[in-house]
T-cell receptor, first 115, second 118 residues
Framework: GAVVSQHPSRVICKSGTSVKIECRSL??????MFWYRQFPKKSLMLMAT?????????EQGVEKDKFLINHASLTLSTLTVTSAHPEDSSFYIC???????????FGPGTRLLVL | GESVGLHLPTLSVQEGDNSIINCAYS??????FIWYKQESGKGPQFIID?????DKRQGQRVTVLLNKTVKHLSLQIAATQPGDSAVYFC?????????????????FGSGTRLLVRP
């Protein structure tokens, strides 16, 4: 139980284009999903918290117009990196939790490379 | 500010030995703690959790110890195997969010790399 998937697992795109990453909870309803960014050999950096049906809450320093988050259903959240630049290249990981449970279950991550 | 940190960035152990990974946290009001394992190129995997009303919890080959007096958390892995090689993160959930904030954020430590020697 508590399986979270992400798609795509890796993506290469040209500078200036937008990339959408999907995060799905496969066997539970995720009232909250989280998006993290991770640099090599570093810890996870929380970017935003997404509650189903409401606007995402972004961490300080994260541009909401740059990283668009949508959480339209209890099993799906998407992160769109708009007008991507090489400095946006990173490992993006989502997690999800169900109501009443503080445990976050993570997806396998998406490796983004912007050329 | 609030932080969760680790004493040892890298731990090397002999296969079959026990491993102990340590973590210090600074928020005395935190009431829930989790250990995650992250293999290279993958997302973190839940290992074990513990609530602040407990001081020890055991799983399969793993034990988490919580010392609230000194704000210290540890993960013990018995009979360490090559498959245990990974980076281990501790995470804390600060005091229960107010009714206006149901996000249940986790604060992650910096991670410890566990290397298992054959």
């Amino acid at each position: 139980g508590a399986v979270v998937s992400q798609h795509p697992s890796r993506v290469i795109c040209k500078s200036g284009t937008s990339v959408k990453i999907e995060c799905r909870s496969l066997d539970f309803q995720a009232t909250t999903m989280f998006w993290y960014r991770q640099f090599p050999k570093k810890s996870l950096m929380l970017m935003a918290t997404s509650n189903e049906g409401s606007k995402a809450t972004y961490e300080q320093g994260v541009e909401k117009d740059k990283f668009l988050i949508n959480h339209a259903s209890l099993t799906l959240s998407t992160l769109t990196v708009t007008s991507a630049h090489p400095e946006d290249s990173s490992f993006y990981i989502c997690s999800a939790r169900s109501a009443g449970d503080a445990t976050q279950y993570f997806g396998p991550g998406t490796r983004l490379l912007v050329l | 500010g609030e932080s969760v940190g680790l004493h040892l960035p890298t731990l090397s152990v002999q296969e079959g030995d026990n491993s102990i990974i340590n973590c210090a946290y600074s928020n005395s009001a935190s009431d829930y703690f989790i250990w995650y394992k992250q293999e290279s190129g993958k997302g973190p995997q839940f290992i074990i959790d513990i609530r602040s009303n407990m001081d020890k919890r055991q799983g399969q080959r793993v034990t988490v110890l919580l010392n609230k007096t000194v704000k210290h958390l540890s993960l013990q892995i018995a009979a360490t195997q090559p498959g245990d090689s990974a980076v281990y993160f501790c995470a804390e959930n600060p005091a229960r969010p107010s009714q206006m904030d149901s996000s249940y954020k986790l604060i992650f430590g910096s991670g410890t790399r566990l290397l298992v020697r054959p």
